[in-house]
């Protein structure tokens, strides 16, 4: 089982930045999918970043191209993870509940699918305005 902390969401001005952090314990962090998600209200959880353990190569949706960035680092010998994304020209539809994600690399599902993922965070808010 894995425990996910997110920290560093609040609020910021239009044009503004913010990094988020997500600390991974628990469970040793092998071959998974890690990634950035954010939902509003009565829309559905929408993937912003990922990047799997084993190749460090980082992906983005559209919306953010540019402006995110994602970035994973091992803490500890014990396969503890800080899972980071700064987050710079800060739009108001970036507005969100921002939610760590971590999964099991399993054969057929891509990181970037939701269905990628088992353990998430509680979440981090961030508001844009």
């Known amino acids: 089982h894995v425990q996910l902390v997110e920290s560093g969401g609040g609020s910021v001005q239009v044009g503004g930045s913010l990094t988020l952090s997500c600390v991974a314990s628990?469970?040793?962090?092998?071959?998974?999918?890690m990634g950035w998600f954010r939902q509003v209200p009565d829309r559905e959880r929408e993937g912003v970043a990922y990047i799997p353990t084993t190749s460090g190569i980082t992906y983005y949706a559209d919306s953010v191209k540019g402006r995110f960035t994602i970035s994973r680092e091992n803490t500890d010998d014990s396969g503890g993870n800080t899972l980071s994304l700064v987050m710079e020209n800060l739009k108001p539809e970036d507005t969100g509940m921002y939610y760590c994600?971590?999964?099991?690399?399993?054969?057929?599902?891509?990181?970037?699918?939701?269905?990628?993922?088992?353990?998430w965070g509680r979440g981090t808010q961030v508001t844009v305005s």
């Open positions: 994600a971590a999964g099991e690399r399993r054969l057929g599902v891509p990181c970037t699918a939701l269905a990628a993922y088992g353990y």
């Open positions: 628990g469970d040793t962090i092998g071959r998974y999918c």
